[in-house]
């Protein structure tokens, strides 16, 4: 049985995609499909990928002539996949000519003619709007979501707003959209469908609801608000006018940070009995006005670190929280919380404390160590008592990772999806419950 293996992201699935796969069939007997992960995809720079993972392998599933399908999630994964199922040929269209050819060691190679006049990219761009963003603020957050943007085929920034009463805002440089307001109802009448909010943690939850109001699919810097109360009234608001409520907590979206959770899940390092970070940033250093360090290291910073403990450990039974304050704020917070099976979480954020803001999970078996700065997730390592079962993973990660937020945040909108699997509103309360818990005192 000659045994042939193929790859690709097939996406709205076409001709080409057929033609393609019906000639890598003629090439044997038994033909495996390796289907990309959509973490793998926005990792190698595909962030506009229509269709969801879940239909494209049930798409290709549906083909009576593929007898296997696979997902493909990492890099190197294809020698591996050579050796696992002892593959004779690896065939891919000739748009990929000589790419492949040091999979000879392995099999044999086969580039097949592709199939010209038809892609995928040109079905969305025919079949596709652009999804029409607003900014609300003009700041250092607008101008990483404006630039990142460019990275994300299907969006376009339409509109900015700027509430001049705000400090952060008043003769801010940041870049405006083509369109601008300095009134925030003229904004929301401005022709978007979304808007993604970056104005001060105090105004965040009156610019959300009145976006939810005017039917706007809301993207919200954290927290979006420091009351969990109001956080389920904003989620109400959002089922009954049909629209996406997401907190911008961009590692929630980051392939590493995906994969992550996926090898957790996994067994990897046995039972998880303790999830540590530190998320420590100097922010008068870095330019941030006194006014703005006054929410407090725990309401600027909390919600990267309670992302990832109750990402990982699910809603926390019971949390304490050790702060040393500066008279007026919390320049530093420890918040120690007890999850489900009795897992420990230690969570620290500082703004006038600089330490190491790297991660460690730790479990029966081995421990998972993410290297600073743990929320741009890049990379991590799995140590195990036996040092020669190490292993790491990399991921490629390009800019400072907005681009695979606004890429979900689209995707999310284009299928019509109200939740993000990578950030539930379960998750989203939860992890804003170390907030809420600590304003509450
Ligand atoms: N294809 C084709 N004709 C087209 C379009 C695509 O023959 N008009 C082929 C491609 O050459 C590829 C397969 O269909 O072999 C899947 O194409 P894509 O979904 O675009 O995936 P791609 O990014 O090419 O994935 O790491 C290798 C990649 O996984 C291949």
């Known amino acids: 049985m000659t045994k042939v293996i193929t790859y690709g992201t097939y996406d709205m699935l076409h001709i ?11 090439q044997g007997d038994y033909l495996i499909v390796g289907v990309t992960s959509e973490d793998f995809d926005r ?24 007898d296997e399908v696979i997902l493909e999630t990492h890099k190197g994964q294809k020698q591996e996949d050579m050796v696992k199922y002892k593959i004779d040929k690896f065939v891919i269209g000739d748009d990929w000519v000589g790419k492949f050819d040091y999979l000879n060691e392995w099999t ?14 040109k079905l969305r761009n025919e079949q596709l709007q652009d999804i029409r963003i607003g900014l609300v603020g003009l700041n ?17 920034i339409v509109s900015s707003y700027a509430n001049t009463d ?40 009156e610019h959300a609801k009145k976006a939810l109001q ?35 907590l961009k590692t929630a979206f980051m392939p590493a940070f995906n994969k992550l959770i996926e090898e957790i899940n996994s067994g990897i390092i046995g039972e998880v009995k303790e999830v540590r970070s530190t998320f420590s940033s100097l922010y008068k250093e870095r330019g941030y006005s006194e006014e703005y360090c006054s929410y407090g290291a725990t309401n600027l910073l909390m919600s990267y670190p309670s992302l990832l403990v109750n990402k990982i450990a699910g809603k926390a039974k019971d949390v304490s929280f050790f702060a040393q304050s500066n008279g007026s704020y919390d320049i530093s917070n ?10 420990f979480g230690l969570s620290t954020v500082a703004i006038e404390m600089k330490s190491a803001s790297s991660a460690v999970i730790s479990g029966s078996k081995g421990y998972i160590h993410i290297p600073a700065p743990w929320w ?11 040092d020669s079962k190490e292993y790491s993973f990399k991921y490629e990660f390009e800019g400072n990772g907005f681009r695979y937020m606004i890429s979900e945040f689209a995707s999310l909108i284009q299928r019509g999806q109200k939740q993000s699997e990578r950030l539930s509103r379960q998750d989203m309360l939860d992890i804003n419950d170390f907030i809420t818990q600590f304003n509450k005192g």
């Open 166 to 205: 705000i400090p952060r805002e008043q003769n801010s440089k940041a870049q405006r959209a083509k369109e601008h307001f300095e009134s925030y109802d003229g904004f929301l009448k401005s022709d978007i469908e979304a808007v993604y909010i970056c104005v001060d943690i105090k105004y965040q939850y």
């Open 43 to 66: 990792s190698r720079g595909k962030l506009h990928v229509c269709q969801s993972q879940e239909q494209r392998v049930a798409a290709i599933k549906a083909l009576d002539f593929v």
């Open 16 to 26: 080409g995609h057929i033609n393609l796969l019906t000639r890598a069939k003629a």
């Open 376 to 386: 741009l997730t890049k990379e991590f390592v799995c140590k195990f008592e036996d």
């Open 334 to 343: 420890r918040a120690v919380s007890v999850h489900e099976d009795d897992v």
């Open 140 to 156: 250092y957050d607008s101008d990483r979501f404006m630039r990142e943007s460019e990275f994300v085929k299907n969006v376009s």
């Open 214 to 248: 005017a039917k706007k699919h809301v993207l919200c810097e954290n927290p979006i608000t420091k009351d969990n109360g109001k956080l389920k009234e904003l989620f109400s608001l959002a089922e009954k006018n049909d629209v996406l409520l997401l907190m911008a």
């Open 108 to 121: 044999q190679v086969v580039y097949v003619p592709r199939t010209k006049g038809i892609s995928s990219t």
